[in-house]
C-alpha cells in the first residue's frame, strides 16, 4: 500500500517564533487524529529548521528542507549541503520546485545531481516538477513532464525508488486564476504512473507516493485526493494556516 503523504511547503515565510507557533498549533489539531499509513511533513525556511525539528518532537509531524546542493562542500556561497542537513535532523528535501526552476534556473541536469547526492546520503526527496500554462495551453503538457522525469530521474535504479516521492505541479494553475480539475490531476498522476512502469517495473511504479501540488483547499482537497492515483498534496499558501492545512490532512 503506497504511503500517503501531505506536505507544507512554508517557502519564504515566518520567523523562528511564527515557525514554532505553526508547528505546535498543527500538533495540537492533528493530536486526537487517526492518521493511519499517512505522513505529513512541513518545510521551513533553512533558519528554522532547527526550530522546528525541535518544536516537532514527540508527534507525527515531519522536518523536511527547502532545497540542497549538490556538492558536498566548497566555494558556493548561499548553499546547504546533505552533511548539513543531516547534521541537524534532516533527511528529506523537495527539490526541482517550479519557483528554484523559474526564479534560480535550476536545469534537469542539476537536478539529476542534486537526486544523486540526496540518494548517496541515505535522504529522500520531494521532487517536483510540472508544466507551464503556454504547455498546457499547446497540448505539450505530456511531454514536457515526461521529459523532467526522464532527464532528472531515469538515471537511477530501480531500489532508488524508495527514497523519491513525487510531487505534480501544474504551474499554470498556481496563483494564475487557472483552475485544474480532480480529473486533470488523476489524468496525469496516472501518466506517470505509467511512464515508471515502462521504465522499471509495475511494482516500482505502484509504490511511489505522487502528490498534487496545485491550489490544494480544504474546499477541493477531499476531491483531489480521492482519485486513485494522487496519494497526497504538496501545500503552499494554506500550510501556512494552521486549521486549513489541518483539514487538507484530514481530507486525506
Known sequence: MRTKIVAGN???????????????ALKKGLKL????????????????????????????????????????????????SADML???????????????????????????????????????????????????????HFSVVEAQLKNALFHLKSSDWKSIILAYEPVWAIGTGETATAEQAQEM??????????????????????????????TNAEEIFSKPDVDGGLIGGAALNASDFIAIIKAI
Open 189 to 218: 498522476h496516472a501518466f506517470i504512473r505509467g511512464l515508471i512502469a515502462n521504465k522499471y517495473t509495475a511494482d516500482v511504479a505502484d509504490d511511489v507516493s505522487i502528490l498534487y501540488g496545485g491550489s490544494v483547499k480544504p
Open 33 to 80: 487524529s487517526k492518521l493511519k499509513n499517512t505522513r505529513v511533513i512541513v518545510a521551513p525556511t533553512f533558519v528554522n529548521l532547527s526550530a522546528s525539528l525541535k518544536s516537532a518532537k514527540k508527534s507525527k509531524i515531519e522536518v523536511a528542507a527547502q532545497n540542497m546542493h549538490q556538492a558536498k562542500n566548497g566555494a558556493f556561497t548561499g548553499e546547504v
Open 86 to 140: 543531516q547534521s541537524i535532523g534532516i533527511n528529506t528535501v523537495i527539490l526541482g520546485h517550479s519557483e528554484r526552476r523559474t526564479y534560480f534556473n535550476e536545469t534537469d541536469t542539476a537536478l539529476a545531481e542534486k537526486v544523486s547526492a540526496v540518494l548517496e546520503h541515505q535522504m529522500e526527496t520531494i521532487f517536483c516538477f510540472g508544466e507551464l500554462l503556454e504547455d498546457r495551453k499547446s497540448n505539450n
Open 10 to 24: 512554508w517557502k519564504l515565510n515566518n520567523t523562528k517564533e511564527e515557525s514554532k507557533k505553526l508547528v505546535k
